[in-house]
């Protein structure tokens, strides 16, 4: 393997949990350790506890988008951040990240040219925002050399969007990580995990904790672990007093814990209910061997091989949700089985698998020999200016 100087661009604050930002920082690791020359470039609002490899290009701002606020950062001042790290570090390659977001991924496909490859993460529906920003942003996106997408869904977004096709190359996880995890009795038992930013509505704790109710008749022991930032009065408030005590809420966890909390868990539920293109803490559920239980949206399905590798419920149905959950519980080889198949399945998100795939697309993309430039064109500071002065 030829060794590269790589350039990643993460559009969302990096000091707020997300699946790109996870993504961007595996990827940036795996790379890095397998010797090559990597640098991110991301938004952040707390630089105290940077990696090295990462660069700040500047504080974020939260912005709807997708069903969640997202942190992004689109000025003239962080288009110029971006064309000097672009010009201090000669990168054989640039890998944008949602370059279709309006965040510095974007502000580099403009600021550059030659081998760039550019990822998908997003699942949206298309309205009127996304008419807007696909006419601004789609004739730089046809500058990428090469496209990828990290599921069908984010596939077919991007052909609705955009009328262009990618190839799909799922995120990654450590899967190693998680298979060694080890059975702690606070989290065994008739127990339900969910982690997660559960404060956002599209995560779906509210779907779950309206099954329970009807789970607890037919499994009276049955417990429900939360991990994950965020504020769990409010959640709380809105629980039947009744069956509060069997909610629990763990805050963060660290990684050895969530390789535990997954090996220690009756059932590992994903009730989201839309604006995922994949599901990174399903795959690392798989990886640690729970049996897993999500909603039949696009991306999950597909995920789990239509049911092959995980249970699957109607989306956003709490009775649908209750009745796999009590059958699951009741049948502890099923619950086995299904674990099992989930957690051999697993390996195939794993980053060995993963980087090569995205490592091929490099080789593809740097075999006709272009070099990276940075460009003197000022269409985005023109743009941003316009929009400011509006």
Same mark, same amino acid.
């Given at each position: 393997?030829? $060794?590269?100087?790589?350039?990643?661009?993460?559009?969302?604050?990096?000091?707020?949990?997300?699946?790109?930002?996870?993504?961007?920082?595996?990827?940036?690791?795996?790379?890095?350790?397998?010797?090559?020359?990597?640098?991110?470039?991301?938004?952040?609002?707390?630089?105290? &506890?940077?990696?090295?490899?990462? %660069? #700040?290009?500047?504080?974020?701002?939260?912005?709807?988008?997708?069903?969640?606020?997202?942190?992004?950062?689109?000025?003239?001042?962080?288009?110029?951040?971006?064309? #000097?790290?672009?010009?201090?570090?000669?990168?054989? /390659?640039?890998?944008?990240?949602?370059?279709?977001?309006?965040? /510095?991924?974007?502000?580099?496909?403009?600021?550059?040219? *030659?081998?760039?490859?550019?990822?998908?993460?997003? +699942?949206? $529906?298309?309205?009127?925002?996304? =008419?807007?920003?696909?006419?601004?942003?789609?004739?730089?996106?046809?500058?990428?050399?090469?496209?990828?997408?990290?599921? +069908?869904?984010?596939?077919?977004?991007?052909?609705?969007?955009?009328?262009? &096709?990618?190839?799909?190359?799922?995120?990654?996880?450590?899967?190693?990580?998680?298979?060694?995890? /080890?059975?702690?009795?606070?989290?065994?038992?008739?127990?339900?995990?969910?982690?997660?930013?559960?404060?956002?509505?599209?995560?779906?704790?509210?779907?779950?904790?309206?099954?329970?109710?009807?789970?607890?008749?037919?499994?009276?022991?049955?417990?429900?672990?939360?991990?994950?930032?965020?504020?769990?009065?409010?959640?709380?408030?809105?629980?039947?007093?009744?069956?509060?005590?069997?909610?629990?809420?763990?805050?963060?966890?660290?990684? #050895?814990?969530?390789?535990?909390?997954?090996?220690?868990?009756?059932?590992?539920?994903?009730?989201? &209910?839309?604006?995922?293109?994949?599901?990174? /803490?399903?795959?690392?559920?798989?990886?640690?061997?729970?049996?897993?239980?999500?909603?039949?949206?696009?991306?999950?399905?597909?995920?789990?091989? #239509? *049911?092959?590798?995980?249970?699957?419920?109607?989306?956003?149905?709490?009775?649908?949700?209750? $009745?796999?959950?009590?059958?699951?519980?009741?049948?502890?080889?099923? =619950?086995?089985?299904?674990?099992?198949?989930?957690?051999?399945?697993? +390996?195939?998100?794993?980053?060995?698998? %993963?980087?090569?795939?995205?490592?091929?697309?490099?080789?593809?993309?740097?075999?006709?020999? +272009?070099?990276?430039? %940075? &460009?003197?064109?000022? =269409?985005? @500071?023109? @743009?941003?200016?316009?929009?400011?002065?509006?």
């Amino acid at each position: 393997m030829k $060794k590269l100087r790589i350039g990643l661009v993460c559009p969302y604050g990096w000091d707020t949990p997300g699946g790109v930002q996870n993504h961007v920082r595996d990827l940036a690791e795996y790379f890095i350790a397998e010797g090559h020359f990597v640098s991110v470039l991301a938004p952040v609002s707390d630089d105290s &506890t940077l990696p090295e490899y990462l %660069v #700040n290009a500047g504080k974020p701002t939260g912005i709807p988008f997708n069903g969640a606020v997202a942190r992004l950062l689109f000025n003239p001042a962080a288009f110029a951040r971006v064309r #000097n790290w672009l010009l201090e570090n000669e990168f054989d /390659i640039l890998h944008l990240h949602e370059p279709a977001v309006p965040s /510095i991924s974007l502000l580099a496909l403009w600021a550059s040219e *030659g081998p760039i490859v550019g990822t998908f993460h997003a +699942q949206a $529906k298309k309205g009127a925002t996304t =008419r807007v920003i696909a006419s601004i942003v789609e004739p730089a996106i046809e500058r990428l050399s090469e496209k990828i997408a990290v599921s +069908q869904a984010a596939y077919d977004t991007l052909q609705e969007h955009m009328d262009t &096709t990618a190839h799909v190359i799922p995120n990654g996880i450590f899967a190693d990580r998680y298979r060694d995890g /080890i059975v702690e009795e606070k989290w065994s038992g008739a127990t339900l995990g969910f982690i997660g930013r559960f404060e956002e509505p599209r995560k779906g704790l509210e779907v779950l904790i309206d099954a329970i109710p009807i789970i607890s008749r037919f499994i009276p022991d049955v417990r429900v672990l939360i991990a994950g930032p965020g504020d769990p009065s409010e959640i709380t408030e809105d629980i039947n007093s009744e069956l509060r005590t069997r909610f629990q809420f763990l805050g963060k966890i660290s990684e #050895n814990e969530k390789a535990n909390f997954l090996k220690s868990i009756a059932l590992y539920i994903a009730p989201n &209910t839309g604006g995922e293109s994949f599901g990174i /803490i399903i795959a690392e559920a798989l990886a640690g061997g729970a049996a897993v239980v999500a909603s039949d949206i696009p991306a999950f399905s597909d995920l789990l091989g #239509n *049911g092959a590798y995980g249970a699957l419920f109607e989306s956003e149905d709490s009775q649908s949700l209750a $009745k796999v959950v009590i059958e699951l519980l009741r049948d502890d080889a099923k =619950r086995s089985d299904l674990a099992e198949a989930g957690r051999v399945y697993a +390996q195939r998100y794993d980053w060995n698998s %993963v980087a090569h795939e995205i490592y091929e697309i490099y080789e593809k993309v740097l075999e006709k020999g +272009q070099k990276l430039n %940075v &460009t003197s064109e000022s =269409r985005a @500071w023109d @743009w941003l200016l316009i929009r400011e002065n509006d």
